[in-house]
C-alpha cells in the first residue's frame, strides 16, 4: 500500500492557468438572476478553536452566543477543514481550492498575484466587502476587500476595543444601499495564554481532557485558559450580532461560524487527526434555515465553503473553483455530504508532507517524513500541556498512546476506525481485517493527488526551522533542499 501510494505520486505542478485562465460560470441555486434583496454574509471565525462549545457537547465552557446560533440555525456535525494550519487552512476555503494547487501550502505564504477568493466575485455582484481583524492570507487578498476595517484589543482585558466596534458599525452604514460580506477574523483562542488579561470563566475541574494529554493540573489550567479565551469571543460575537440585529440587517445575514484549525495543544493543531482538521460549523439564516438543526449526513469539507456562500447569495460560481457548493444541505439537513474528505499538512515550523483521507468509518493518514517524532508545533512548545507531557515522560510514566508522539519513527501510514475509536489512537493498518479497506482509501487518495496535481514528497523537502520536541530555534531562515 506504501509503495502504491509513493509510486503515484505527480511532480509538483504548478496549474495557475487553470485558476486565472477563461472562467465560465455555472447556474445560481436560484435558477434566475440574483434576488433583489441578496442576503448578507457575515463570517466569524476563530483562530485555533477545537470542538469545545456547548453545542458541540461541552457543557464545561461557556459559549452561549454560539450556542444561540446553532439553536437558530444548522449544527453541522461532521465538517473538516483542508489544512491543521491558519494560512493554508484560510486560503482554501476562501479560494475554494486546496492549498498545495494555490502555492499557500506552508504556513504564512501569501496569496499569488492574481489568485481570487470569494470578496472579488461578491463585490462584482454588487455587494460591499469588508475583512475585520485576522485574515492571515497577505496584500493579495486584502486587496481584493471594498474595505480593511481597522480593529484591536484592549490591553487589560483582550476585549475588542471601543474603536473596533465603531469600525464596524461604520462598515454596516457604508452599505446601507448594498448586501455586504463580512469575514471577522478573531485571535482567539490561539496561544499565548495570559491570566491576567482574560478572566477565568471556566472552572479547571471541569474542563475535558483527551486521552492523549496528561490529566493533571497544569494541563487543565491550560485547558482552562483555552476555554476562557473561546468564552471571550463569544461574548464579542453576542456584541457584533445585537448591533447587527439594532441595525435591522440581522433578519437578512447568513451567519456563519467554524475555525481555522484545531485547538492549539499537542496531536491537536497541526495534525490530521480529527483534533486537527475538525471544525465547528453553524450557518443561521432567519426565515430560510430551520433552526436547531443538525446535519451529520455525510462529511462537509470546508473547500465547498467558498461555492456554497456564493451560491446562497445567488452569484454564479466560478467552473475554475475545485470545491462544490453544499448550499442545498445548508437549506435541508437530511441532504447527503461528501463520501470522502482529503487534507493536508505541509511546512509549519517543521517540515511535514501529511496527507489523509477520511471517509465516515475510518481514516487513512500518510507520513512521507516518518523517520522524524510527530513533536508538536513551535507555539505549543511552550505550553503547560506540553511540559506536563515531557515530565511525564522523562518520569516514564506516559501511556502508550501518550508516548506517540515522541515516537520514532512513525508509521509511514495509519488506518483508524474512527466508530470505534474516535481519538485514533490504534492503528490498525497492519492488521489482515483492515487490509482491504487500506487499500481502496489508498487509491482514492493517489487519485486525489492526481487530480490536484499534488507533489511527491522528495521533491519538497526542507530543514525544520525549530526543534520537535524542544521547540528551540534551529535555523534563522529555512535554506530550501528542494532538488528540482
Not at 439564516?285 to 469539507?301: A, D, Q, R, S
Not at 474512527?418 to 487519485?447: H, M, S
Request: aromatic share 12%; with cysteine.
Amino acid at each position: 500500500m506504501v509503495a502504491f501510494l509513493e509510486s503515484n505520486m505527480l511532480k509538483k505542478g504548478k496549474i495557475w492557468a487553470y485558476l486565472i485562465g477563461s472562467i465560465c460560470f455555472s447556474q445560481n441555486i436560484w435558477g434566475q438572476k440574483p434576488s433583489a434583496s441578496p442576503p448578507n454574509i457575515l463570517v466569524f471565525i476563530a483562530d485555533d478553536a477545537g470542538m469545545d462549545f456547548g453545542c458541540y457537547g461541552n457543557p464545561a465552557i461557556k459559549t452561549p452566543n454560539i450556542d444561540r446560533l446553532a439553536t437558530k440555525g444548522i449544527r453541522f456535525k461532521n465538517a473538516y477543514v483542508t489544512s491543521p494550519q491558519s494560512s493554508p487552512s484560510r486560503t482554501s476555503m476562501m479560494t475554494g481550492m486546496f492549498a498545495h494547487t494555490i502555492g499557500t501550502e506552508d504556513l504564512h505564504t501569501p496569496l499569488k498575484e492574481g489568485i481570487k477568493i470569494i470578496p472579488f466575485y461578491f463585490s462584482e455582484a454588487g455587494y460591499y466587502t469588508g475583512s475585520m481583524l485576522k485574515t492571515h492570507w497577505g496584500l493579495e487578498g486584502d486587496k481584493q476587500f471594498d474595505r480593511v476595517i481597522p480593529g484591536g484589543y484592549l490591553p487589560n482585558q483582550g476585549n475588542l476595543t471601543e474603536e473596533s466596534y465603531k469600525n464596524y458599525i461604520d462598515f454596516l452604514h457604508a452599505c446601507e444601499n448594498n448586501p455586504f460580506f463580512l469575514w471577522v477574523g478573531f485571535v482567539d483562542p490561539h496561544r499565548p495564554y495570559n491570566r491576567n488579561v482574560c478572566p477565568q470563566k471556566n472552572n479547571p475541574d471541569k474542563v475535558k481532557v483527551p486521552p492523549y494529554l496528561v490529566d493533571g493540573p497544569d494541563t487543565r489550567r491550560d485547558l482552562t485558559d483555552y476555554y476562557d479565551e473561546i468564552t471571550r469571543m463569544d461574548e464579542n460575537i453576542g456584541r457584533m450580532l445585537s448591533i447587527l440585529d439594532e441595525k435591522g440587517k440581522l433578519d437578512n445575514t447568513i451567519v456563519v461560524f467554524l475555525s481555522d484549525n484545531g485547538m492549539p495543544f499537542p496531536r491537536s493543531k497541526g495534525s490530521l487527526y480529527d483534533s486537527g482538521i475538525q471544525t465547528p460549523l453553524i450557518f443561521m439564516w432567519e426565515g430560510k434555515i430551520n433552526p436547531g438543526t443538525v446535519h451529520e449526513n455525510g462529511l462537509i469539507t470546508t473547500v465547498d465553503l467558498a461555492p456554497t456562500l456564493l451560491s446562497l447569495a445567488g452569484i454564479p460560481t466560478p467552473q475554475s473553483i475545485y470545491g462544490e457548493s453544499f448550499h442545498k444541505v445548508v437549506l435541508d439537513h437530511t441532504g447527503r455530504g461528501r463520501n470522502f474528505i482529503f487534507a493536508e499538512r505541509n511546512w509549519h515550523d517543521t517540515d511535514e508532507y501529511i496527507r489523509c483521507i477520511r471517509s465516515e468509518k475510518y481514516k487513512l493518514i500518510y507520513n512521507a517524513y516518518y523517520e522524524f517524532p510527530h513533536g508538536t508545533a513551535a507555539d505549543l512548545s511552550s505550553s503547560m500541556s506540553w511540559y506536563e507531557l515531557k515530565k511525564q515522560q522523562r518520569k516514564g510514566l506516559l501511556t502508550k498512546e501518550q508516548l506517540q508522539i515522541f515516537t520514532a519513527p512513525r508509521p509511514m501510514v495509519e488506518l483508524y476506525d474512527l466508530e470505534n475509536d474516535p481519538f485514533e489512537l490504534n492503528n490498525i493498518a497492519d492488521l489482515q481485517e483492515y487490509v482491504q479497506e487500506g487499500r481502496k482509501l489508498a487509491k482514492l487518495l493517489t487519485q486525489w493527488q492526481e487530480e490536484t496535481h499534488d507533489h511527491p514528497s522528495w521533491k519538497h523537502k526542507r530543514a525544520d526551522k525549530n526543534d520537535r520536541i524542544t521547540g528551540f530555534l534551529l535555523f534563522d531562515e529555512i535554506p530550501e533542499l528542494r532538488d528540482e
